[in-house]
């Protein structure tokens, strides 16, 4: 009787530690497969996003990525992304080739920012903020876009 308790003890030691070795194993799955899951998000944005062909940026400036596909290089700007929000409008006419291509952008003369708020106005707290060009050749350019930007609420 007394070596069948201390079968059975070592037998119920062994069944524990089995058990824990088989949750431990679970875990590291579920953490590999969290830690996957995570790569392949950041990995989605980053390629839908265009970042993974932008061009490198020049000082003073920042890049923005919109849902549209609107891609803008915002050149000699301050970066107010904390306190408002930025709304890519695309131009309209621009070809099928050029939509993924990032744009630089500049702020607007002050015969551009009436003539574009004569057709495009979004209320209160709007502000435009830039215009966006693509340079294709020597001598053309596509009119991209242009960026507002509403305070974050």
């Given at each position: ?61 920042f890049s ?7 891609r803008?290089i ?10 408002r ?44 903020e830039?215009i ?22």
């Amino acid at each position: 009787m007394a070596e069948d308790k201390g079968l059975s003890n070592i037998l119920r030691n062994l069944y524990d530690n089995i058990v824990t070795i088989k949750k431990v194993l679970i875990l590291k799955k579920l953490f590999g497969i969290i830690i996957i899951m995570i790569i392949g998000y950041f990995g989605y944005i980053y390629i839908e996003g265009g970042y993974y062909k932008r061009p490198e940026l020049p000082k003073n400036s920042f890049s923005i990525s919109f849902k549209n596909g609107f891609r803008a290089i915002m050149v000699n700007m301050t970066d107010e992304r904390l306190e408002r929000n930025y709304i890519g409008v695309p131009s309209l006419d621009v070809p099928f080739w050029a939509k993924d291509a990032w744009s630089y952008c500049k702020r607007p003369t002050k015969k551009e920012k009436r003539k574009i708020l004569k057709k495009i106005n979004l209320g209160v707290g709007s502000r435009l903020e830039a215009i966006c060009k693509i340079k294709v050749d020597k001598d053309t350019i596509i009119n991209r876009g242009v960026v507002f930007s509403v305070p974050a609420l």
